[in-house]
């Protein structure tokens, strides 16, 4: 019987033990809080942000807000970048993508302290993943592959030898999730795929594991799944039904290679909900070292 991935039960379960582990941080006097930096007013990124917050009030956290209207200077980003690092209040934060045309992103997460990086996306915390080829790291880890792989275990889903295809190399998801698919204890082999990958139907067919994180919507095919597959859909699409006259979310994973699968994460409902509690998780771990 083919298993649900569900991210939002396990990120419920998540955020429960969270709350238990800020309350006894609380008791030793620490309170970890948790900012956003926003520049604009996209409503994706409005909706998102929001919804940390909501987390935030949820877990315990103490939620720090710091918007910006879209014609916000690079030099004012960066001021109010210096001043998350510096608030004493603040134990970690994030710069929420995308920022307007015309700045610079690198610039802006460079000059986050990495300390304070709970997206684990600042450069010297990705240096570190690639180093640690095994053991603790304790450095914050990117929240999407972070979530993914708890998402996995819950349901012990074990990719020790397994083969998987990693659709999409963005720095969120396709060229940092194979840093950790592939450390000692998980052990898996990773082909990431790209738009210059000639053979991508081949790959896919032969995987274990599909991660399709590349905003491609119904990208996989039920003829691209080999039988018994787990599905793993990141990637987010705003599609327009003309039946329902409204756009849709759709994932980058036909519904109907579901047929096929052995596992798979819902989209909306598998990927997303375990981001946001890893982001969670991040300040926690981080706000526990301070102790």
Do not use: W
Request: aromatic letters at 4%.
């Amino acid at each position: 019987m083919v298993i649900v991935l569900d991210g939002k039960a396990l990120a419920s379960k998540v955020k429960k033990s969270l709350a238990q582990r800020v309350a006894l941080l609380k008791e030793k006097g620490v309170e970890p809080g948790l900012g956003t930096l926003l520049v604009g007013s996209d409503p994706g990124s409005l909706k998102y942000v929001a919804g940390k917050h909501k987390d935030c009030e949820e877990v315990g956290i103490r939620s720090i807000r710091c918007d910006l209207p879209e014609d916000a200077s690079e030099d004012e980003i960066l001021a109010a970048v210096e001043k998350l690092n510096n608030d004493p209040l603040c134990t970690g934060f994030i710069v929420q993508l995308p920022l307007p045309k015309g700045v610079d992103s690198k610039k802006i997460i460079e000059a986050v302290d990495p300390k304070k990086d709970c997206d684990g996306m600042h450069p010297y915390n990705l240096g570190k993943l690639v180093m640690h080829i095994s053991g603790d790291i304790v450095t914050p880890l990117p929240c999407t592959p972070r979530g993914i792989l708890a998402l996995l275990d819950e349901y012990d889903i074990d990719l020790s030898g397994k083969e998987i295809c990693v659709l999409g190399r963005g720095i969120t998801v396709g060229r940092t999730i194979g840093l950790l698919l592939t450390r000692r204890g998980v052990d898996a082999t990773v082909t990431l795929c790209h738009t210059r990958t000639k053979n991508v139907q081949e790959v896919m067919r032969r995987s274990d594991v599909i991660i399709a994180a590349m905003g491609s919507a119904g990208f996989v095919k039920p003829e691209d799944v080999k039988p018994g597959a787990v599905l793993v859909d990141v990637g987010v699409s705003r599609v327009f039904d003309e039946e329902a006259g409204r756009y849709r979310i759709k994932g980058d994973i036909d519904v109907a290679c579901r047929d096929f699968a052995g596992a798979y994460s819902p989209n909306p409902g598998g990927v997303g909900p375990m981001t946001r509690a890893m982001l969670l998780a991040n300040v926690v771990d981080m706000a526990e070292r301070l102790v």
